[in-house]
């Protein structure tokens, strides 16, 4: 039997602690640039697109699995690592949250869940099924 997974700490910074702040709150936040109004994933400071200023917006945290892949072997396995597209346009590269794996499909409906990182690191948002 295999350890459970442990999710490292991320390093929070100036510009990224209102994002780990709301997730211990249980909510999810994303950027929205105020030039161009494109929303975008991880929150930063500029626009990825047109280098204007952002704003952190809340997000519904709902999105479907774009592309996923599952792991078997190694520490902490099975684990699933996915692209989800947030129902706001963005895609997440994230862990999917779950003891079924097998039963994971590409187009399935995720929602947003928050897990404590190895440490006292923040919680990190991660997706599993959504039950809805």
């Not at 459970?4 to 999810?28: C, H, M, W, Y």
């Not at 692209?83 to 895609?91: F, H, I, K, R, S």
């Not at 995720?110 to 919680?123: A, I, N």
Request: overall charge negative; some cysteine; proline content about 9%.
């Amino acid at each position: 039997m295999s350890e459970p997974r442990k999710i490292p700490a991320p390093q929070s910074n100036v510009e990224n602690q209102r994002f780990f702040d709301a997730a211990a709150e249980g909510t999810l936040l994303i950027g929205q640039c105020d030039a161009c109004g494109q929303p975008h994933y991880y929150p930063r400071a500029l626009c990825p697109f047109c280098f204007a200023e952002t704003r952190w917006v809340e997000s519904a945290g709902k999105g479907e699995i774009y592309s996923l892949s599952t792991m078997r072997r190694g520490a902490g396995a099975p684990f699933t690592l996915a692209y989800v597209t947030l129902d706001e346009g963005p895609a997440v590269l994230t862990n999917i949250a779950t003891d079924d794996h097998d039963s994971l499909t590409i187009g399935q409906r995720v929602r947003v869940s928050f897990v404590p990182s190895d440490g006292d690191g923040p919680l990190v948002p991660m997706f599993a099924p959504d039950g809805d």
